[in-house]
């Protein structure tokens, strides 16, 4: 391995297994064979004159020298990918493979049907859309890009703010016509109410009128970390709902729940891009987060007012 390009492969390889904890995951991304991930991994080992990765039947773990080298392997490599990267600004064509992490609501309802049209642009990309209601952690699961509604916790991330969504309080009209309509949001406290339990403000919604602000502490029988889960509560008749609009945009249209407390504005929600700190954003990564924050800028579904 005395080849300085094939030493820096074998660190990334070695970086991409720690990354995704699986040698048979990085040798399909790779296109390649495990038997040959494992044999790179072994050469390193063997030129540094020690173990890197223990593995047993269930998972794979560094060594205190490996957890060491590959900090180190980061580094070097976010290095090159820099320096490469400064050397092909403006020449660099959007291609290869882009994975992707979102919401399951918002990544199908969002994402996906925008995709046939971005890889018409873009036809040399491969995507992988990976949904899923947990914070999905971009290192672990080998994403490029993940996007995030609402506040960012984690401040070690690369973020663009690509959008905003509008949040509407819903209910079906046979709810509304067991249970009666709530004119103030002080009135919700009466009402069933239904938590997306994902958000940090899940149980306090927040109204605004004529520069007074409204606090309501919510309570009711139901809870889900999915998105469309609530939808279909709501649907259902069970309760009221604070969502964002593109998640009832077509119900709302064709009558099956209305938007109530209309009077009263809500707090927006942001719409993050997210990338790993240490990973140079490539030119697909640049190109699909460019193509959805014009998309969400157009998409009415997101807009009061729009």
Known sequence: MSDPVDKLNAMAIFVRVVERGSFSAVARELQTSQPTISKVLQAL??????KLITRSTRKLSLTDEGQRY?????????????AEHSFQSGRERAAGPLKIG?????????????????LKHYPDVQIDLQLSDQNQDLVSEGLDVTFRIGALNDSGLIARL????HRVTVASPDYLRQNGQPQ???????????????????NLWLYTKDTQRHEV??????????????REMVLGGLGI???????????????????????????SLPIYAVSPANRRQSARVKAFVDY?????????????NK
């Open 184 to 202: 103030t949001p002080e009135e919700l406290g009466r009402h069933n109410c239904l938590m997306f339990n994902l958000l940090s403000s899940q």
């Open 70 to 82: 590959y900090n180190e392997c980061r580094l070097i490599l976010a290095a090159v990918d820099a």
């Open 102 to 118: 979102s919401s399951v609501s918002f990544g199908r309802l969002q994402i996906a049907p925008r995709l046939p049209d971005f």
């Open 217 to 230: 502490r919510i309570k009711g029988n139901a809870q889900s970390n999915n998105s469309e889960a609530i």
């Open 292 to 304: 959805m924050a014009q998309a969400l800028d157009k998409a009415p579904e997101l807009h009061i």
């Open 45 to 50: 080992e063997a030129r540094l004159g020690g």
């Open 241 to 267: 709902a604070l969502s964002p609009i593109w998640l009832f945009s077509e119900d709302l249209s064709a009558g099956r729940v209305s938007a109530i407390l209309q009077d009263y504005s809500t707090l």
């Open 162 to 165: 690509v959008g905003n969504t």
